[in-house]
């Protein structure tokens, strides 16, 4: 059991791999000085889900760029 468990989402079109998510871990837990896991958001459990939601603290966040098509008649 971790001491601090993150929860993560990626975006889909990330080039993103386990070595990845173990370099993070690696490096959060030298940070923080704790066992750290990261768990992905759409991983978690139906029961869980609820108690997460309350405990949770939004540290990051990237905003999400749409991309528009120019459309000139």
């Keep these: ?3 601090v468990v993150c929860i993560v ?3 889909i079109d990330a080039n ?5 998510s173990a ?3 690696c ?3 030298e940070l923080l000085k704790q066992k750290v896991d ?3 958001e759409s991983a978690l459990l139906p029961f869980a889900q609820q108690t997460v939601s309350d405990d ?5 966040e990237r905003a999400v760029i749409k991309k528009t ?5």
Aim: charged share 25%; proline share 0%; with cysteine.
């Design 9 to 11: 989402s990626f975006n």
């Design 69 to 73: 098509i120019n459309q000139s008649a």
């Design 23 to 25: 370099d993070i871990i």
């Design 56 to 60: 949770k603290i939004l540290i990051y």
């Design 1 to 3: 059991m971790s001491d």
């Design 16 to 20: 993103f791999c386990l070595c990845k």
């Design 38 to 40: 990261l768990v992905e």
């Design 27 to 29: 490096r959060l837990e």
